[in-house]
């Protein structure tokens, strides 16, 4: 099993283009998550889905989209990239919540808004 | 809602020497308690987690967690650290009763460094 996988690893944006971040898992996952990890703030949740074709918003939701077409994926947009949106982005995956709530985090996307 | 604090955001120690990260949470009838470690350039991997029953849990790479309820607590340790270990590590909380949000709660992270 691959696990939770990220494309692409790095990317650069100028300010005002958009791009999609892409997340897939082959654990038959229900939940999937987006956090961005910035330096002395921990990870802060941007989107979850509780399953296909649900989303909802998180702690930091300002300037990003997300769908869950299909089970396994979990994509993140960004439509009019600001500086303010450079970080390292990670997508996670769970079972379920409480005590299913043990989460698989895919290895990163570093991202750089000039 | 829940939250969850990292008392240090910064520990060196020698190699071979023991070492406690800490971690407090906001009171709740019920969690689940994870510690989560991140090499550089890297994703998060599982150390260990808290669901109930015995409130000393051992993880992986000889770390071990103990849940203290009356302290709101879920400090980690290892007796003695390896070079190898040098990583951020975080903790983090998912609140049982939380129906909206099920996501998990992390704190700001530790970063240990290990030197010889």
């Known amino acids: 099993n691959a696990g939770v996988t990220q494309t692409p690893k790095f990317r650069v944006l100028k300010t005002g283009q958009s791009m999609t971040l892409l997340c897939a898992q082959d654990m038959n996952h229900e939940y999937m998550y987006w956090y961005r990890q910035d330096p002395g703030m921990g990870l802060r949740l941007i989107h979850y889905s509780v399953g296909e074709g649900t989303t909802a918003k998180g702690e930091v939701p300002d300037g990003y989209n997300v769908s869950r077409l299909k089970k396994q994926n979990f994509l993140l947009g960004l439509e009019s990239a600001a500086p303010s949106q450079t970080s390292v982005y990670f997508c996670?995956?769970?079972?379920?919540?409480?005590?299913?709530?043990?989460?698989?985090f895919g290895p990163g996307t570093r991202l750089t808004v000039l | 809602a829940q939250s969850v604090t990292q008392l240090d955001s910064q520990v060196p120690v020698f190699e071979e020497a023991p070492v406690e990260l800490r971690c407090n949470y906001s009171?709740?009838?019920?969690?689940?308690l994870f510690w989560y470690v991140q090499y550089p350039n890297q994703g998060l991997q599982l150390l260990l987690k808290y669901l109930s029953g015995s409130t000393l849990v051992k993880g992986i790479n000889g770390f071990e967690a103990e849940f203290n309820k009356s302290q709101t607590s879920f400090h980690l340790r290892k007796p003695s650290v390896h070079i190898s270990d040098t990583a951020e590590y975080f903790c983090a909380v998912s609140d049982v009763f939380n129906q909206a949000g099920t996501a998990l709660i992390f704190g700001k992270g530790t970063t240990l460094s290990v030197s010889s």
């Open positions: 009171s709740s009838v019920s969690v689940y």
């Open positions: 996670a995956s769970s079972y379920g919540r409480g005590s299913y709530n043990e989460q698989f």
